[in-house]
């Protein structure tokens, strides 16, 4: 569509942390302003395609399945009982499709602020919106703080909020008022999981911060979880739960283990793995 010359390269800059993360890019494929944030996508030698929100990667196609099934399995296997599971962001629908691989999950609702996000993964991420058409699925485009405002009280087992960064249209996720909104929305025995930026860069602010207000919005647990993100600031990302009436530091690990999902890196080693954080996060935690 828009060939790039051949040293093109994509880079995202980390101001605050003075480092940067580059990708060989061969093609522009897509370059969308939405009412909402700058959308583009690339094409690259070694990644596959590339999903870019506002100059920060998103997605690639050669290591999304890390983060979408950190963020959905291990909250999907503390819960009990998962049935009624609500997706705040997500727009790449990569998150969705690792929920309803869950056969006890009977309905989905995903709530993202911008349709094109949805688009641009129905043309370029193909793999990513292959589940779209299950009839558990809901998709809505709206603002997720305010569908969580007018969700009635306690009818969600497990919400996720899959977001961009805590900048422009999702800053409004990460505050504790948001978060009490949440709490009242899950039913007794809920999980809620967020992702909670980089351990490497973000352990002593923003994971701590948001451990702090979870607990403040009325969470009796929490737990984060790193794993590996190449294409992620530091390469190294992270997810924290917490849980209403429920301790999301246990897991229901028979489950976890003996389960016929084609997944890629979530075992229940893994999730044990990682909830065992390093030492220099729990002092930072601390
Ligand atoms: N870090 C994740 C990843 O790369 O897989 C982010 C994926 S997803 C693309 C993040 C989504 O959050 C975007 O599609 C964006 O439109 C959505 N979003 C941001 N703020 C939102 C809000 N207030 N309500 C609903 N969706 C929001």
Redesign the pocket.
């Known amino acids: 569509m828009n060939p790039l010359p051949n040293d093109a390269w994509f880079t995202e800059v980390f101001d605050s942390h003075a480092s940067a993360f580059s990708l060989k890019v061969s093609e522009k494929l897509l370059d969308v302003q939405s009412p909402?944030?700058h959308l583009e996508v690339y094409a690259t030698e070694t990644y596959g395609n590339l999903?870019v929100?506002d100059g920060c990667?998103?997605?690639t196609d050669r290591d999304?399945f890390l983060?979408?099934e950190m963020?959905a399995h291990p909250a999907l296997f503390t819960h009990q009982d998962p049935k009624r599971v609500v997706i705040?962001?997500?727009?790449?629908c990569?998150?969705l499709k690792e929920v309803l691989r869950h056969p006890g999950v009977e309905h989905v609702t995903q709530?993202?602020?911008?349709e094109e996000?949805?688009k641009a993964a129905e043309r370029f991420f193909p793999s990513l919106v292959e589940s779209n058409d299950d009839p558990r699925a809901e998709l809505l485009f709206?603002?997720?703080?305010k569908?969580v405002d007018d969700a009635p009280g306690e009818s969600i087992d497990v919400l996720i909020i899959?977001?961009?960064?805590p900048v422009?249209?999702?800053e409004?996720?990460f505050k504790t008022d948001f978060l009490k909104r949440c709490h009242r929305i899950l039913k007794n025995g809920g999980v809620m999981v967020q992702?909670s930026e980089s351990p490497l860069y973000h352990s002593g602010s923003i994971i701590r911060e948001l451990r702090h207000d979870m607990r403040e919005a009325g969470f009796n647990s929490v737990a984060t979880l790193p794993f590996p993100q190449p294409v992620?600031p530091s390469g190294w990302w992270s997810v924290t739960l917490a849980g209403k009436e429920t301790d999301v530091n246990h897991f229901r690990e028979d489950a976890a283990a003996d389960h016929d999902m084609p997944l890629q890196y979530y075992t229940r080693d893994a999730h044990r793995g990682a909830l065992v954080l390093p030492p220099f996060m729990r002092n930072a935690l601390a």
């Open positions: 909402y944030q999903m929100l990667v998103m997605l999304n983060y979408h963020i705040i962001g997500g727009g790449d990569g998150t709530i993202d602020i911008d996000v949805t709206a603002d997720g703080v569908w899959d977001s961009t960064d422009g249209p999702a409004g996720l992702q992620y």
